[in-house]
């Protein structure tokens, strides 16, 4: 009998939480659409017409949100199988709430814009212009001023560059020069290393010569050695 009481009693809390969300999605998913109407409304109204839609609209999307928070409480609560195609719902319910919320903030920003445009044409149109009350005098100091300003500025970046050509320039001989050096630099060091080639083949050619005359005089003397011992 208790399981029995428990079992009915889940299902009476299960189908009450289940009707509670459907007449809940219902209602918001109806909220949706009456936004979207008074959008339209809202396009073409002006005047007090215009603030009484656009504060029912602002009172919809709070309640659309309070019934999204709801329904997702609710949806969590929903069985496995049912669990998914739920929040489905609720999410487009979401997506349809910051839709309409941007729609309306787009529609504020150009409302503030156009209202801004109007009262800068106001501002234009009441502007008085007088003519000159016998002052016929022409301020033109400032102006001379800042063309002489301008003039100066003008020849400062013309000495500048010139200044920058002129170092170029220098720069461009100088490297010239250096080129010349380099290669000169080249040349003699080339001339060194050859006559130091040569003073070594000197040098040794001096020291085969004498080796030479040494032995030929040493020859010489044992030649003219034995000559003396046997012939005589």
Same mark, same amino acid.
């Given at each position: ?6 079992v009915?009693?889940?299902? #009476? ?13 219902k ?7 009456e ?9 073409? !109204? ?19 949100? #309070?019934n999204?928070?709801r ?11 049912r669990?998914q195609?739920?929040?489905?719902? @609720? ?46 005098s ?16 003008s ?13 170029? #320039? ?10 010349? @050096? ?7 060091? !080339? ?42």
């Amino acid at each position: 009998m208790v399981f029995n009481f428990e079992v009915k009693f889940g299902c #009476t809390v299960c189908s009450a939480k289940m009707a509670e969300m459907e007449t809940l999605y219902k209602q918001t998913n109806k909220l949706t659409l009456e936004i979207q109407g008074l959008l339209n409304r809202l396009a073409t !109204s002006r005047g007090g017409d215009a603030n009484d839609i656009e504060n029912q609209i602002e009172s919809n999307l709070q309640t659309i949100g #309070t019934n999204c928070e709801r329904l997702n409480i609710l949806v969590n609560k929903e069985p496995a199988h049912r669990r998914q195609n739920s929040k489905m719902k @609720v999410d487009q319910l979401i997506y349809d709430q910051r839709h309409l919320e941007a729609a309306l903030r787009n529609y504020r920003q150009k409302q503030m814009l156009q209202k801004k445009e109007e009262q800068e044409r106001e501002e234009l149109l009441q502007r008085k212009f007088t003519a000159n009350n016998g002052d016929t005098s022409i301020m033109i100091d400032h102006a001379l001023q800042h063309n002489s300003s301008l003039h100066n500025a003008s020849q400062g970046v013309d000495d500048l560059l010139g200044s920058g050509s002129s170092i170029l #320039t220098n720069l461009r001989e100088q490297r010239i020069t250096l080129k010349g @050096v380099h290669k000169r630099i080249l040349d003699i060091a !080339s001339t060194l290393g050859l006559s130091n080639t040569l003073i070594r083949l000197i040098d040794k050619r001096g020291t085969q010569d004498k080796w030479i005359v040494f032995g030929g005089i040493i020859v010489t003397c044992i030649i003219m050695f034995l000559v003396v011992k046997y012939l005589t």
